[in-house]
């Protein structure tokens, strides 16, 4: 059974960090793509960042560049999502994705699997 599990949102000031994990399980993740997706109420799911496999090249929203660093394991089956100098329009619900190929990183509708998601909530 594929699983993704997210963790390490909640509560955090504006200009604070947070650090988020995505643990695949289920079946080898090395060689998919992995994404964070975040959706506000109310809004669209959004493309955040995306790492190929091997880490062999990172993407990411023009909001989320320069803050934001993808990273994942060596065993490629944890992602990781550093969030640096978070501004209260950060806040939303984050989620993981899988997908087996780079085409369409930034495209929700193209990845295969979804983690539940973690809540993340700036305050001003």
């Known amino acids: 059974q594929v699983q993704l599990v997210e963790s390490g949102g909640g509560l955090v000031q504006a200009g604070g960090s947070l650090r988020l994990s995505c643990a695949a399980s289920g079946r080898t993740f090395s060689s998919y793509v992995m994404g964070w997706f975040r959706q506000a109420p109310g809004k669209e799911r959004e493309f955040v960042a995306a790492i190929t496999r091997n880490s062999g090249s990172t993407y990411y929203t023009d909001s989320a560049k320069d803050r934001f660093t993808i990273s994942r394991s060596i065993a490629g089956n944890t992602v990781y999502l550093q969030m640096n100098s978070l501004k209260p329009g950060d806040t939303a619900a984050y989620y993981c994705?899988?997908?087996?190929?780079?085409?369409?990183?930034?495209?929700?509708?193209?990845?295969?699997?979804w983690g539940q998601g973690t809540q993340v909530t700036v305050s001003s």
């Open positions: 994705a899988a997908k087996r190929t780079p085409a369409y990183y930034d495209s929700a509708s193209r990845y295969d699997y």
